[in-house]
């Protein structure tokens, strides 16, 4: 019963490396999610995957690229990671069908950029 | 887009005392939820309110859906350190983008023993 699992929990980049963030889900779920949280600004959407063999950009999308591999995961790529993107980021999956039941979140990534 | 008021930004309280925080919306949601995230974790989901005027309660917590579905009010009575955490309210409408959660930027909760 793990839920949504991201690895890794914490990283640390130089400015203009690039790294991908994992997740899994063994939920079933058909959509996920890519957030990152910044103090006072609550959780803000980065991509989302209704389907599998879909992706669309939520919020703040840029500098970053995902890939829904199949349904079980969803990864979050920075190709040129800036001190910007120094953040905590929780991947999520929920059920879109009819009345939402809610998000499942991980338990974040935290990435440092310097 | 949608933007959600979530109030207060931050509350200290003692244990014991009960707890109010709200959330509020230019426009309607179909689905009004609320989330606690503690130190170092991602948000858990705490209530779902998916008609509007349901009051829906879960141990000591109590949220509302407004009856005009543009607001929703989470109440903690008695609270304990345990509670100690941010509290976020969401909002959902179905069908497409419409589909996903807008978040309020919380409400963080602290408790003095």
């Known amino acids: 019963n793990a839920g949504v699992t991201q690895t890794p929990k914490f990283q640390v980049l130089k400015t203009g490396q690039s790294m991908t963030l994992q997740c899994a889900q063994d939920m079933n779920h058909n959509s996920m999610y890519w957030y990152r949280q910044d103090p006072g600004m609550g959780l803000r959407l980065i991509y989302y995957s209704a389907s599998e063999g879909t992706t669309d950009k939520g919020e703040v999308p840029n500098g970053y690229n995902v890939s829904r591999l199949n349904k079980r995961e969803f990864s979050l790529r920075l190709e040129s990671a800036a001190p910007s993107q120094t953040s905590v980021y929780f991947c999520?999956?929920?059920?879109?069908?009819?009345?939402?039941?809610?998000?499942?979140f991980g338990s974040g990534t935290r990435l440092t950029v310097v | 887009g949608q933007q959600l008021n979530q109030s207060p930004q931050s509350m200290f309280i003692q244990e014991g005392e009960d707890v109010s925080m709200n959330c509020t919306s230019s426009s309607i949601f179909n689905t009004w939820l609320w989330y606690k995230q503690e130190p170092g974790e991602g948000p858990v989901l705490l209530i779902a309110l998916y008609k509007a005027g349901e009051l829906t309660s879960n141990g000591r917590l109590t949220a509302q859906f407004g009856i005009t579905r543009k607001d929703s009010f989470l109440n903690i009575s008695a609270s304990i350190p345990s509670d100690v955490g941010i509290y976020f309210c969401a909002g959902q409408n179905y069908g497409g983008s419409q589909g996903n959660l807008i978040f309020g930027k919380g409400t963080k909760l602290s408790v003095k023993p």
């Open positions: 999520a999956s929920s059920n879109r069908q009819g009345n939402l039941y809610g998000y499942t």
